[in-house]
């Protein structure tokens, strides 16, 4: 049995975040061509010979069609890396790309991996949410079985339940735009950018394309409610069943105030202390802890509480021990029933906007709140930090470094 070893983070890197939709300024490059730009700029940036990696754990939501059939090895071999490295494509939902990295950690702490690479891509808007299908969004008698809810109709539910108003979750959601807008202002991310170019060199994107810096809660209550029909079709008498508790179910949260559907990926360099040596890297941060946690599954969005709770523990951590905390927003109940719930100050929540601002490439989000967690850690000279995501059923993901 080997010795447990530290599994460190030795790079991140991730692509501008584009508008999921055909008018979108990356509908015309293709999720292989999204992931590859991550992998040639992260073996670029690192003198990297790619035959000393092993593994690549990549997250996909929607595994098919352009991203389909394993997209992680075909990347590899398309981008010309090592036929020695094998590719693993992940789904844990909305939490893939977190998983990928705490995957690969493990694979580094047992010491029978020394370099692996993780990370996620999603194209929403050349293979749109759900077209992989399944029995949770397309069986009904599944569905009533689990009482499962579209998860914007549990985010109105979380909304109902803890009495968040229309008003506080539009007011969050102009909160996440103008954090990222100040943020990219101040060029906070460039250390981790990298710009898509098409195959003539010229840059298609080097910025996310979906906040509304000159958005306001004016213009974000004029919105229509975004999941009352659903909640009409059925799935309102659903929740008032399993929640007796409930008058009747508030349907609040509209296109503003729930994240973007955008296309994006990233990726992150993982490997123990000797292959940084031999390969003369500084570690940026080591994986401190990590864990995965389940809730209910209609309420669906609230496993981040216990995953967040369960990595404290962990590590031996309290929450003050965190400087920085990242959650992402899916909806903005989401992210506020976490935050209340952990007791997070403001100041040390989302501090550069989230996914209502800049968009949830659904099978990268994880690795690009990682990344971005870890950039700031640096520019605020913090110490440590903790990331954590929801995902369908009930599921919670959460991982927390510390810089070395």
């Known amino acids: 049995m080997k010795a447990l070893q530290n599994a460190y983070i030795y790079d991140t890197v991730r692509t501008p975040r584009g508008k999921g939709k055909h008018s979108g300024a990356l509908y015309q490059v293709k999720p292989i061509d999204l992931l590859v730009t991550t992998l040639r700029a992260i073996a670029q940036r690192n003198n990297l010979s790619t035959d000393l990696v092993s593994d690549a754990i990549i997250g996909c939501v929607s595994p098919v069609g352009d991203q389909g059939y394993n997209i992680a090895k075909t990347a590899l071999l398309y981008a010309g ?6 590719g693993m494509q992940l789904n ?59 998860q914007g109709v549990a985010a109105d539910l979380i909304a109902s339940l803890e009495g968040f108003s229309r008003q506080q979750l539009d007011e969050y959601a102009l ?24 195959k003539n060199g010229i840059v298609i994107l080097d910025r996310d394309e979906h906040i509304r810096p000159n958005t306001n809660v004016e213009q974000l209550s004029e919105l229509r409610p975004a999941f009352q029909l659903a909640g009409e079709l059925g799935y309102e008498s659903m929740v008032l069943q399993k929640y007796p508790e409930l008058a009747a179910l508030q349907h609040y949260h509209t296109a503003g105030n729930s994240s973007g559907m955008v296309d994006g990926a990233a990726l992150m360099l993982l490997g123990n202390e000797a292959v940084g040596t031999s390969n003369d890297w500084q570690a ?3 994986i401190r802890s990590y864990a995965i946690a389940a809730d209910e599954p209609t309420i669906m969005l609230t496993g ?30 989401a992210a506020i029933k976490f935050q209340q719930a952990m007791n997070i100050e403001a100041e040390k929540f989302n501090v550069n906007g989230g996914a209502i601002a800049m968009g949830h490439p659904l099978g990268a989000t994880g690795t690009i709140l990682l990344g971005k967690l870890l950039d700031e850690l640096e520019r605020q000279d913090l110490q440590t930090g903790l990331v954590t995501l929801c995902a369908g059923g009930g599921m919670g993901v959460a991982t927390i470094i510390e810089r070395v």
């Open 81 to 86: 890396w090592s036929d020695h490295i094998c």
């Open 304 to 333: 981040t509480i216990p995953a967040a709770q369960k990595a404290l523990a962990n590590a031996g951590m309290r929450k003050a021990d965190i400087d920085l905390w990242e959650c992402n927003e899916a909806f903005a109940a």
């Open 92 to 150: 844990r939902f909305c939490t893939s790309g977190l998983e990928a990295v705490n995957l690969a950690a493990m694979k580094i702490a047992t010491g029978y991996e020394s370099l692996v690479l993780a990370g996620g891509v999603e194209s929403m808007s050349r293979v749109p949410l759900r077209s992989d299908g399944g029995p949770l969004i397309n069986d009904p008698e599944v569905i009533n079985k689990v009482q499962y809810l579209p």
């Open 175 to 198: 909160q996440s735009h103008q954090r990222a807008h100040l943020a990219w202002r101040d060029n906070r991310f460039q250390a981790s950018i990298i710009p898509v170019k098409d």
């Open 284 to 286: 940026r941060a080591r």
